[in-house]
């Protein structure tokens, strides 16, 4: 893995943008990608259905320190998640 820093970061805005996040995109910059925001501490999954492009997730605890680190397959709609609670 690969970190290029700063990172441009986008923020969903809308239940559209949550739901779809990088979902049919067919590239990413680098030093790009998407923060995702939970008004609770829990076991959060992703998954990569309809994501053709390669993706790492970081999944960050509440007090911003980096939990893990997943790397994702395209197109995979098996859930991922971190190994404790975000």
Do not use: C
Not at 42 to 60: E, V
């Amino acid at each position: 893995m690969k970190f290029l820093l700063p990172l441009k970061v986008e923020i969903p805005q809308t239940m559209g943008e949550w739901k779809s996040g990088l979902m049919f995109r067919e590239s990413l910059n680098e030093d790009s990608g998407m923060l995702f925001i939970f008004d609770e501490v829990n076991y959060h999954s992703f998954h990569m259905k309809n994501t053709t492009i390669p993706l790492d997730i970081a999944f960050i605890k509440e007090d911003g320190t980096i939990d893990s680190i997943k790397e994702l397959d395209p197109m995979s709609p098996i859930p991922v998640y971190p190994d404790s609670e975000i």
